[in-house]
């Protein structure tokens, strides 16, 4: 099973970052805020990763292992997504937010068209 820590969501809009150690997918993982344009391009160590390629299939399917395992508070990940504004957040919200972000980028990376047209 991989490991994933160092999980960010950075100020530009939207810009997630994380580190991934295991099963081969080791590195230093970004998914560009969508203000930058769509698709959102996801990279590995700086490295643009094909959209819609077996690269991001794997790297999706092992977050959702990952985040399987992790997730004990499924209620909290739900209103910590129904909040318009994290401020101040109680204890057991601010706990799930990493765990929010990689579900974000999973949820993006599965739902996107431009991603899925690719993998036609």
């Known amino acids: 099973m991989i490991r994933v820590h160092d999980i960010m969501m950075w100020r530009d809009g939207g810009t997630i970052t994380f580190t991934v150690e295991?099963?081969?997918l080791s590195g230093r993982y970004r998914l560009r805020t969508p203000i930058a344009?769509?698709?959102r391009l996801?990279?590995?160590?700086?490295?643009?990763?094909?959209i819609g390629g077996?690269?991001?299939?794997?790297?999706?399917?092992?977050?959702?292992?990952w985040l399987s395992f992790?997730?004990?508070?499924?209620?909290?990940?739900?209103?910590?997504?129904?909040?318009?504004e994290w401020r101040?957040?109680?204890?057991?919200?601010?706990?799930?937010v990493p765990l929010y972000r990689i579900r974000s980028v999973i949820r993006y990376l599965e739902a996107n068209p431009s991603r899925n047209a690719?993998?036609?």
């Open 22 to 24: 295991g099963d081969n």
């Open 37 to 39: 344009g769509e698709p």
């Open 42 to 50: 996801l990279f590995r160590d700086d490295v643009q990763v094909p």
């Open 54 to 65: 077996e690269a991001e299939a794997v790297l999706t399917s092992a977050l959702k292992r």
């Open 70 to 84: 992790n997730i004990d508070d499924e209620n909290a990940l739900a209103r910590l997504g129904e909040l318009h």
């Open 88 to 96: 101040n957040l109680p204890e057991d919200l601010a706990r799930v």
């Open 118 to 120: 690719a993998k036609s």
